[in-house]
């Protein structure tokens, strides 16, 4: 008996053992340049619009590859969080997904530093994309010379959302933007003195940071607000202090309970009378679209004033990894999501807008339509809240000292910060 | 020496593989943190040995002593909070109330839901907006005629995380009270007989009898307590996210880890587990002693 009992414990010994040791080394195969049997595609599009854009997207990539297989790897959650871990982990043990979505520009800093994504500029090439894309765009992607992504999407950052019957009721035209940030401010008080209780909407830290972003844009121009971004403009100089002001006036007309809300509460507050303005990214029109709300009548949308004929992008965009086991598979993929027909399905059900300046408006609702025109002829400038302008590490610090202002109301604070985060983001 | 073996042999070989798996991914795993913290492992680089200096750069960075600050508001409310209602409710229920078992299920029962369920829920009610927007906690002031105390809860700039306990006390002191509960029924009725018969009063009775007999619980419910609340992150996650105003070491590891600054989080971590083990270590000391006493 004791015998048999110590067997088996010997043996349960051995086998935890043993699966210890496997599981650790099933990427032997490394990368072939042309396997195209299939494809990985690493997302965080589980659920909702984004889960219907990505299948649209598939369907179009089934015909127009059929010997490609498609392999979802799909990290539900946390705005793409929960996916960037599991992402970094993957990556970090060489074991990479074919294609891993992330968005286009600084946010894909980190990987570029540390070899693990391709350059793609001869696929660009190849593919003819550098006459699809606009120039603005390409400039936004290109980091020493050399492109690393293929946007998916075009989204607007820079969108002010309009509650039409209580600026009515204030006696301001809804359909006019005010001309800069201190026409808006005026038009706020005017609504204040109407019995609107909180003109501006806000929600949690990151969509103050958006709305920071937009005074920033307005203030400093769009070459002034890029600047930032690469250190030709300084955070200590005397424009932030004046965006930080501005900033804090038109917080004294906001919610002050938006911290832990999602950007949808404060979007709902436009829809339902309680707040005049919100700004918010383009994908806020499927929260008007949901709530049966008619765009040019109950509610409409200008670029946030101070910011016209500037187009504060930001997009989803696909990679090639080092070492991507089905390279060719990949760039079947990357082809599909750069062709006419791959960005017309996907943004057709995304709600955002094509990359591509050769798409036909006419198959787009209306609000994509003034979208897809400005972004053809505006200034295109990198959003900092959506990982377009900066790093990661840079954009929690900003965020962070976001989140302490709001709380503290400290400009002296909040700029040292601003300096500060700049300094580290571009590693001085 | 072979009997010897045969005795304790077979049991060690049975307990082995938990002693390797625990070894390996519990004792391994914080030396691997440890020696990430020491390096300046930013991304998905290879990393550069920095020693000591991700810890000095915490510990003089104005937001990691903001959510130090905030951990320890935290902490103090929900420890003192947890302990008084659990002493109460202990106390009322062994004075004796009818329907024992309905009230200890009751208070019991929020411990059986997490965090994040019960978090969803205390976002509502912890909503700061006031007047017509007044949702959750402000609103039930609002319609029983205590507007006035309407506030900002966790939106409150330094005494915000004093709110976010609250969710915390209404989980545990259920927990509290089962651990107090269990210290009063552990005292024998003679005892307390005895000291009536030698008249004492009722305060008496309490303070020289009760209170010393109930000190060990409380001191493992407050190292219990104690414990969680340093490690608070679940909650804090589903009531506001990670947003400044409530951020405790706990989410701000999490921001560095998503930010791809591997050295500071493991940094964060460390400090994490320095300051558990100063909860934990002398109560394990205590207990060993009390144990050794005991077994003489």
Not at chain 1, 31 to 48: C, I, K, L, Y
Not at chain 1, 82 to 109: W, Y
Not at chain 2, 14 to 23: E, F
Request: with cysteine.
């Amino acid at each position: 008996m004791r015998k048999a009992l110590a067997a088996v414990a010997g043996l349960a010994v051995a086998g935890l053992a043993l699966a210890g040791c496997a599981g650790s080394n099933d990427n032997g195969d490394k990368g072939d340049a042309n396997d195209a049997s299939q494809v990985e595609v690493f997302t965080w599009w589980a659920s909702g619009s984004e889960k219907a854009g990505l299948d649209a997207l598939v369907k179009v990539f089934d015909q127009q590859f059929p010997d490609t297989k498609f392999v979802n790897a799909a990290v539900a959650g946390g705005a793409g969080s929960n996916a960037k871990n599991a992402l970094a982990s993957r990556l970090k043990a060489n074991n990479p997904p074919d294609s891993f979505q992330a968005h286009a520009g600084a946010e894909l800093t980190d990987y570029i530093e540390a070899e693990k994504i391709e350059d793609l500029s001869d696929f660009y090439k190849e593919n003819g994309l550098t006459d699809v894309f606009p120039s603005t765009l390409l400039d936004r992607l290109t980091v020493d010379g050399k492109i690393y992504s293929v946007p998916s999407n075009i989204h607007r950052a820079n969108v002010t959302w309009v509650n039409t019957d209580l600026l009515t009721k204030a006696g301001i035209d809804p359909k006019v933007a005010p001309a800069d940030l201190d026409a808006w401010l005026a038009d706020m008080q005017k609504l204040k003195d109407n019995g609107v209780e909180t003109p501006l909407s806000v929600a949690t830290d990151w969509t103050q940071v958006q709305l920071f972003e937009n005074v920033l844009l307005s203030v400093l121009g769009a070459d002034g607000y890029q600047g930032l971004w690469d250190g030709t403009t300084k955070f200590d100089s005397t424009e932030v202090t004046t965006a930080i002001d501005y900033y804090s006036q038109l917080l004294s007309f906001a919610n002050t309970d938006g911290t832990g809300q999602d950007w949808p509460v404060a979007t709902d507050m436009v829809i339902d009378g309680t707040a005049a303005y919100n700004v918010m990214g383009d994908w806020a029109l499927a929260e008007f679209d949901a709530k049966n709300m008619t765009y040019g009548k109950e509610f409409t949308t200008w670029p946030t004033p101070g910011t016209d004929g500037t187009f504060d992008f930001l997009a989803d965009s696909f990679t090639l990894p080092v070492g991507a086991p089905h390279a060719a598979g990949a760039k079947n993929w990357l082809k599909t999501i750069s062709s006419a027909d791959g960005q017309k399905a996907f943004n057709l059900a995304k709600g955002s807008i094509p990359a591509r300046t050769d798409a036909d408006p006419a198959d787009y609702p209306e609000y994509q339509q003034g979208a897809m025109a400005s972004f053809a002829k505006d200034t295109v400038v990198s959003s900092l809240a959506h990982g377009a302008a900066v790093k990661v590490s840079w954009l929690n610090d900003i965020t962070s000292a976001i989140g302490q202002f709001v709380s503290t109301k400290d400009a002296g604070t909040f700029q040292s910060a601003l300096v500060d985060a700049q300094t580290k983001g571009l590693g001085q | 020496m072979r009997k010897g073996i045969r005795n304790w042999g077979p049991p060690l070989l049975l307990i082995s593989p938990t002693i390797v798996l625990v070894g390996i991914f519990v004792y391994v795993l914080i030396g691997v943190n440890i020696s990430t913290a020491m390096t300046k492992d930013s991304a998905l680089t290879a990393s550069e040995f920095v020693g000591l200096q991700n810890f000095t750069d915490l510990l003089t960075e104005p937001r990691f002593l903001h959510s130090l600050a905030n951990l320890g508001i935290f902490t103090v409310f929900f420890m003192v909070g947890t302990m008084l209602f659990g002493f109460i409710w202990a106390w009322m229920l062994d004075k004796g109330v009818t329907a024992e078992g309905a009230f200890r299920s009751i208070y019991l029962f929020p411990m059986a839901v997490s965090f994040v369920a019960s978090g969803v829920v205390w976002r509502w009610l912890l909503s700061s907006a006031q007047g017509d927007r007044a949702s959750g906690l402000n609103r039930l002031l609002q319609s029983i005629g205590l507007g006035s105390l309407q506030n900002d809860w966790y939106n409150a700039p330094y005494w915000g995380m004093a709110a976010m306990a609250m969710p915390a006390i209404w989980q545990l002191a259920g927990y509290v009270m089962a651990l107090f509960l269990s210290g009063f029924r552990g005292i024998p009725e003679e005892l307390r007989e005895a000291a009536r018969m030698d008249g004492a009063s009722e305060w008496k009775l309490y303070r020289h009898v009760i209170f010393p007999q109930l000190s060990p619980v409380a001191l493992s419910a407050l190292v219990i307590v104690a414990h969680m609340s340093l490690k608070v992150f679940d909650l804090i996650m589903a009531v506001t996210g990670s947003v400044y105003i409530t951020e405790v070491p706990a989410t701000y590891m999490w921001v560095a880890l998503t930010g791809a600054e591997y050295g500071k989080a493991s940094a964060i971590a460390t400090i994490l587990l320095l300051l558990v083990c100063i909860f934990i270590v002398p109560y394990l000391i205590y207990t060993a002693r009390a144990e050794r006493k005991a077994r003489r």
